[in-house]
Structures are given as C-alpha cells and as structure tokens.
C-alpha cells in the first residue's frame, strides 16, 4: 500500500514539474533550473547514500558479517528496512519541496519560492539534532556523536570514527554544495540572479569551496595522526601520507579561478594537477585493495593455494571480488570530478561522477567492514587458543603430581 502511495506521489510531482516546466520561458526555465539542481541535488544525493548504507546491512545480514560488533553498537540498531524507511521520508520531502518550488517559481512567486529550500535546509538538521526519544532517537545520538568524534580526535579512534570520516571523503562534493546553498541563503539570494559580490563570495571564487572539499581528507589525516600515537603503528603514517596527496589536487584545481589569465593555468599548473591526480589514484587504489580490503591480489602476500585473494572470504562468490578491484580502478578516476573546483561548471557531469563515487564508495564498504570483521573474528581465535593450551598444561601437571 505504501508503495502504491508512493508511486502515486511520484507521478503526481513529475506531472506538476512538467507543467511548470512548459509553463515558463527558456529565459527563466535555464536560471530556475540551474537553482533548482544546486538546491536539491544535495539532498537527493544523501539520500541515495543512505539507502545505498540499507543495501550494506542487508548483505551484511544474509552474509552473516556481524557488522553490529564491527561498530560496537547494541540490540537497537537500525534495520535495513527502517534504513530504507528513512531514506524512503527523506526523499519524499525533498520531492514534494522541489515540487512546490517548480510550481511557484513558474507563477512568479519568488518569495515563496524561496522559501522551500530554506525549509528543508532548516527541518533536516533539526529533526537529526531533536532531543526527544523519537525518530531512532539512539542511533540519531550515535551519528552525531561519531560526528563529533571525527571533528575533534581527542580519543581513540574508533573503527565507526574514521568509517563515517571514509564515507564523507566521498561526499565531499555534495557537502561544498550544500555550504553553497547555506551561503546564499545567508546573503538573502535564494532566488534571482546573485549580486556580484554574493556570486564572488558563493560561486566558483569562493575559498570556501577548496575548504569544504578537503575537510574530510583533514579529518581523516588527523584521525591517521591520533592513532599512531595511540598504537605506534607506523602504517598510520602511512595512511596520512595518502590523505595529503588530496590537497595538492583541490588547491591547484581552485587555482584557476584565482589566476589573472587562464592560459597561465593551463600551462604552469594543470600538469602539475594531473600528476597529482594520478599519484592520488594509484596511491588511493592501492591502499583500498591491500590494506582496506586485506587482499593479497597486488602483494602475493595471500597463503591460501586455491585463492589470490584471502584465506577467509565471507562472500560467497569469488568473482565479486575481482569485480570489486577492477571497477573500484575504474571509478576512483572519477573522483577528479568532485575535487576540483575547476570543473564544477559541467553540473550534469559532476553529477554523474558524483554518484559513481558514492557507488564507488558503497562497494567499498562491502569489503571493508568484512575485512575488520575477519580481523575480529581471528584475534578472538588467537586469544582463545592460548587460554586452552594453559588448560591443557594444567591437566598434565595435575596428573603427573596424582601418579608422583
């Protein structure tokens, strides 16, 4: 039945875009529709990520990877069908606020008009941070506790801690968007074409832009830092080193906006990006199969005879994790896209390589969290094995001293 609602929901709001479409000019149709995609693609964006995270707890479940211990969180976790749920309102709203936007946008009233992202903007956040015990009220708290334990790593680290801290790195794009969004709402222009010093503190010049991009990488690098003091463990170091090869690609991208001629861009500063973008990718791609994912495929450092890959693989079929290395060096090309400044311009295209990162990224959380998982499962092993040997010897001495 819900669905049925749902589908019905749907074709009434696309049947409402359509006239309001048809209803304007190409004048106004152009401007309305490059606000209307800066406005809620972001939205859109993070709603796909939180059903693609369902589609994650179900496999966990039929694959019985207990991602519940990985994350050290109790009984009341969320389901993947209220995962779903969520996704499911969330995608509801930002429709019917599109929706509403289109419509009264199409009969000139821009005040209103305006209102509705601002709206949604404004609940989102609210209903996240609402102090009631509803609405998953403990995973809600759980969220932005972990959030805040990324921003400031003032202790251990947590594998939830730098998991939500991987996932932002891949929204990094939707997360510049939305501090554009916030930024012209700030300055009241909402609608209409910005003035020129909004457009110059909102738009492509805007030093906010490079910040919100590289904030989750800095993130992540802090949290690197954190845990080689924790543990020693000098690879930490090494993960941070794969952290700041980001920067180099997201400040020399945002370069061009801020160089008197472009030309100069191309010439002194795009090699010197792509050679980033490269040693980025290789370095990122690497990392992901080998010590993400804990497979031996690029080391040979695998011991099991009948795999390349690892002697315990949760998943059933092999060949998903062949599929999984090949496109996951396919699509971290892609993420060129949602780091640089540059090409921001191309929306449909941003867009489009947006959301093969976020797929990009929805793989990867199959195998990272079965790789933790694995990890758990033979440290327990390790710490049980001793534990029967010590009984064992006891046994022996209890009947060396009987039979003495």
Partial sequence: MRLFVFSLWIIFSLKVIKDSVFRMDMAVWNKTFFEAFAYYNPLFMMAMMVCLWGVNVQVFLRSRVNYAKVFDIDHNHLTHWEIWKIAFWMTVVVLTSLTAYLYLESYGERKLAASQPVIVYCLLPLLLALPVDVLFASSRFYFLS??????????????ADFFVADVLTSMSKV?????????????????????DDVNFMCGNHSYWIPCILAFPYLC???????????TGDKSCL????KYTTTFPVIILSALKYHVSDVLVWEARYRPLWLLCCVINTCYSFYWDVTRDWDLGILTGNCKAKKSALRSSL?????????????SNLLLR????????????????????FSGLEML????????????????????SAAVEIPLTEVVEEKERLFVSDHDT
């Fill in 146 to 159: 972990t959030i805040v334990r990324m921003i400031f790593p003032f202790q251990p680290i947590s594998f």
């Fill in 360 to 379: 990009r990224r929805f793989q990867w959380i199959f195998f990272r969290v079965e790789s933790e998982y694995n990890k758990m499962i033979t440290s």
């Fill in 238 to 241: 090494l993960n941070a080193l």
């Fill in 333 to 352: 090309c892609s993420w060129t896209f949602k780091l640089s400044a540059h090409l921001r311009h191309n929306r449909l295209t941003v867009f489009t």
């Fill in 314 to 326: 949760l998943y059933n079929q092999r060949w998903v994790y062949f599929w999984a290395i090949s």
């Fill in 220 to 230: 992540r690098f802090f949290q690197c830092l954190r845990q080689f003091s924790d």
């Fill in 175 to 195: 997360l510049s968007d939305v501090e554009r969004v916030v930024c012209r709402m700030y300055y009241h222009q909402v609608t209409g074409v910005p003035e």
